[in-house]
């Protein structure tokens, strides 16, 4: 394989190795984003107030917005 | 000595009508010294145990992520259309690509927001009639939580210095215990001074109970 050829199938694969890295980090920021769903729901148990159920629903709403994004990718790149 | 149980101005208590009520609970939302608030709780609270303060780090200490929470939010919009407008996008760059970078940006920023506001929150140091908690959140997944009596506690002492802290009225507190190194830090709290009054107060009021 020419020096040429190798950068043209380089190219060729380039797309589907990013594909598969920024697959790999939304995966690991949807799981983040668990996490933070979880320990918010602990936080809101130490310390209870009127706004905590709002706090915990922009949790879920962060989840959702991860996910959707994981979503998009998988789809539309 | 005037009656800390007796508050002069009742601070974030819902009064009659709705307006007074929405006022109240954003301000309690985002405030870092609450005196006796309403209809907040805490885990360990025990029966009859009232909260006298709830103290969250002065709002002035959270500038620093507001701001570069504001340029994360507004960056894309000059950024995108400078990036396009300056042809620094390669002809053939796909759509979807871009589309990616928009939604990744705002997924972070997002991230970076709820986080640092959510840290923020929830590290609160308590004072009740009974107790003093203190709880911290280093990061997301790491709490450290302490807690004594009113009774053990030996020395109050506050700290405050510099251009902002004294313009802002915040500072640090210190709460010596009975117990040898046993030290609460209630870190960048507003109005020090009243602090260590109210938990001075709470001190003679039970040494005055046991004597």
């Known amino acids: ?77 | 000595m005037p009656d800390i149980f007796i508050s002069s101005q009742p601070q974030n208590t819902a009064k009659k009508g709705n307006k007074s009520k929405k006022v109240s609970f954003a301000s309690q939302a985002i405030s870092s010294f609450l005196f006796l608030p309403d209809g907040v709780r805490f885990e360990t609270q025990i029966p009859g145990e009232t909260i006298i303060l709830l103290l969250r780090k002065h709002w002035i200490t959270n500038i620093a992520w507001v701001f570069m929470s504001f340029v994360f939010l507004v960056a894309p919009i000059f950024l995108f259309p400078a990036i396009s407008l300056g042809g620094l996008i390669p002809p053939g760059f796909p759509a979807s690509l871009l589309t990616f970078s928009i939604l990744g940006w705002y997924l972070i920023t997002f991230s970076y927001i709820f986080v640092n506001f959510v840290l923020w929150y929830f590290t609160v140091s308590i004072v009740t009639n009974d107790r003093i908690i203190d709880i911290d959140y280093i990061n997301i997944l790491n709490k450290k939580f302490a807690e004594t009596r009113i009774d053990r506690l030996e020395d109050v002492t506050e700290r405050t210095g510099g251009f902002l802290k004294s313009f802002f009225d915040y500072g640090d507190v210190f709460v010596q215990t009975a117990a040898k190194e046993a030290v609460f830090h209630f870190l960048e709290v507003p109005h020090p001074e009243k602090v260590v009054q109210i938990i001075n107060e709470l001190m003679a009021k039970v040494k005055e109970g046991g004597a």
């Open chain 1, 1 to 77: 394989m020419t020096g040429e050829e190798m950068i043209k199938v380089l190219l060729g694969t380039a797309p589907f190795f990013l594909k598969i890295l920024l697959l790999m980090l939304l995966l690991l920021h949807v799981a983040f984003s668990l996490v933070l769903v979880r320990q918010t729901k602990l936080m809101i148990k130490v310390v209870e107030a009127e706004i905590s159920p709002t706090i915990y629903f922009i949790s879920v709403i962060h989840l959702l917005f991860s996910t959707f994004v994981l979503l998009w990718v998988i789809i539309f790149l």
